[in-house]
């Protein structure tokens, strides 16, 4: 395995891959997440999440043995605001 599939699919490393230059336009929105330099802020989006919740099924998501493999886009989904997250 080399090229992509290797950064991809084997180690991880690449989070993006485009099918083609169009495809690839379209996943450069994740740029309306990043500040535009490091002088400026993060942009804030308005969200219903309470910053105080609690995220109970965490614990039958993550097994308690920790060489277990286990589903991490559910642990994201479960954390991050709204449940929403760019992939």
């Known amino acids: ?3 992509y599939k290797a950064h991809a699919i084997k180690s991880g490393c690449t989070h993006i891959v485009a099918n083609d230059d169009k ?3 379209e996943n ?3 740029a ?3 500040p535009a330099n490091n002088t400026e802020k993060a ?3 308005a969200t219903k999440d309470d910053p105080e919740r609690e995220c109970p099924e965490l ?3 993550i097994p308690d043995r920790a060489t277990a493999p286990y ?3 559910k642990v994201i989904k479960a954390i991050v605001d709204d449940g929403y ?3």
């Open 1 to 3: 395995m080399s090229g």
């Open 23 to 25: 495809d690839a336009i």
């Open 28 to 30: 450069a929105r994740i």
């Open 32 to 34: 309306q997440f990043l």
């Open 43 to 45: 942009p804030l989006v």
């Open 59 to 61: 614990d039958t998501i």
């Open 71 to 73: 589903n991490m886009q």
């Open 85 to 87: 997250f760019y992939k």
